[in-house]
């Protein structure tokens, strides 16, 4: 499995973007804990802590800024955030440098 371009959201640490292999344990480790998928865009995910709001993480100010935004209603997303590309299929794959505009832009971020 190859490596894939990916953003990363935090409160603590801002927003970046970075290469990592999509497997199950880097997603977690990425997350702090077990994954919960929550849908952004056609062709984006999401992967956040399932247990975030349990664990009283502080509030992730981007993530729930783009959750808010896809699901048309006010989301709260807890702790760490990771977007991904994911395909039809529901594999996960790499984000786009366009996806990864998009998202700069709908979070308010110039510059990573």
């Known amino acids: 499995m190859s490596e ?3 953003m990363s ?3 603590d640490e801002g927003v970046w973007v970075y290469d ?3 497997t199950l344990d880097n997603l977690q480790n990425a997350v702090n804990g077990m994954i919960e998928m929550v849908p952004v865009m056609p062709g984006v ?3 956040v802590n399932e247990e975030g709001l349990m ?3 502080t509030m992730n100010v981007y993530a729930s800024l783009l959750a808010s935004v896809a699901r048309f209603s006010a989301t709260t997303i807890m702790g760490k955030a990771l977007l991904t590309g994911i395909d039809e299929q529901g594999e996960v ?3 786009t440098d366009d996806q990864v505009e998009h998202l700069k832009g709908v979070c308010g971020i110039e510059e990573l």
């Open 55 to 57: 664990r009283e993480s």
């Open 9 to 11: 959201l935090e409160n």
């Open 45 to 47: 995910a999401m992967w």
């Open 93 to 95: 794959i790499g984000l």
């Open 20 to 22: 990592m292999k999509p």
């Open 4 to 6: 894939v371009q990916v």
